[in-house]
C-alpha cells in the first residue's frame, strides 16, 4: 500500500497564477479530506467528499479555490488565482468509515 | 462554534523526563483521535478512544478519554529524542461518529537529550 499520494511536493509561483494540487487516495477509503496547515492557524478543514461526492465545502476560502473528485481514484484541489496568504502546506487525508485518518505527505505552496 | 482545545502549546523536556499534553472539547464527543506530526513530516493517526473513561496504553504512550467524554490527555513515560513532534487531538464535528474532524492547535514537544 503506497499510502496516499500527493503531488507536487514542493509548488512556487507567482502570484496570480492557478495552482493544481493533485491527490490519490488509498483504494477503498471513502472519504477524502483537504486541509490546509499553517502556523497561525492550524489545521483548517477546506472541503470533504464522501464516495466521491463532496459534502462540506463551508472550510473553501473564497471562490478562488475549488476541488473536485471526478472518480474514486483521483481528487484536485485548484486556486485560481493564488494570492500570497495562500502560501501553507496542504494536506490530502483519506479514510474508511469511521476510522483514523491517513495523511498524504502535503503540497508545500509558496506563492510570491 | 465548536472548539477543540490543547494546552500546553508548546513543551520543554529533558529526555527520560515525563510528557503530559491536555485536550478540551466545547462539545461532548463521540470518540477522540490523536495524531502525530513530526517536524517536516504530515500528521499520523496514534489512536482512537470511544469509551467513556478509556485508557489505552501504546508502549511509553498512555491515552485517557475523560469520564464526561469532553476531554482527554496524553502522557508519554520516559521521553525520548524519538518523541519529538506536534501532538493533536481531533473529535467529530458536533459528537458525529462519521465524517469530518475538528482539531486542535496541538502541543509541540522538543526533547533535549
Known amino acids: 500500500d503506497a499510502g496516499v499520494i500527493q503531488s507536487p511536493r514542493h509548488e512556487v509561483t507567482e502570484m496570480g497564477q492557478e495552482v493544481t494540487l493533485r491527490c490519490k487516495p488509498i483504494s477503498g477509503h471513502d472519504y477524502l479530506f483537504w486541509y490546509r496547515q499553517t502556523m497561525m492557524r492550524g489545521l483548517e478543514l477546506l472541503i470533504y467528499f464522501n464516495n466521491n461526492v463532496p459534502i462540506d465545502d463551508s472550510g473553501m476560502p473564497e471562490d478562488r479555490f475549488s476541488a473536485k473528485m471526478p472518480n474514486a481514484s483521483f481528487s484536485t484541489l485548484k486556486i485560481q488565482p493564488s494570492e500570497p496568504r495562500d502560501s501553507a502546506v496542504y494536506f490530502c487525508a483519506t479514510k474508511r468509515g469511521g476510522g483514523g485518518y491517513t495523511f498524504g505527505s502535503g503540497t508545500r505552496l509558496t506563492v510570491v | 462554534g465548536q472548539q477543540v482545545m490543547q494546552i500546553p502549546q508548546y513543551q520543554h523536556v529533558q529526555e527520560g523526563e515525563d510528557f503530559t499534553t491536555y485536550c478540551n472539547s466545547s462539545?461532548?464527543?463521540?470518540?477522540i483521535q490523536w495524531y502525530k506530526q513530526r517536524p517536516g513530516g504530515h500528521p499520523v493517526f496514534l489512536i482512537q478512544?470511544?469509551?467513556?473513561?478509556e485508557v489505552k496504553k501504546q508502549k511509553r504512550l498512555t491515552f485517557q478519554f475523560g469520564e464526561a467524554k469532553k476531554n482527554s490527555s496524553l502522557h508519554i513515560t520516559a521521553t525520548q529524542t524519538t518523541d519529538v513532534g506536534t501532538y493533536f487531538c481531533?473529535?467529530?464535528?458536533?459528537?458525529?461518529?462519521?465524517?469530518?474532524?475538528?482539531f486542535g492547535k496541538g502541543t509541540k514537544l522538543s526533547v533535549k537529550p
Open positions: 478512544l470511544v469509551k467513556s473513561g
Open positions: 481531533a473529535g467529530p464535528y458536533y459528537g458525529g461518529s462519521q465524517g469530518n474532524l475538528i
Open positions: 462539545t461532548t464527543l463521540s470518540n
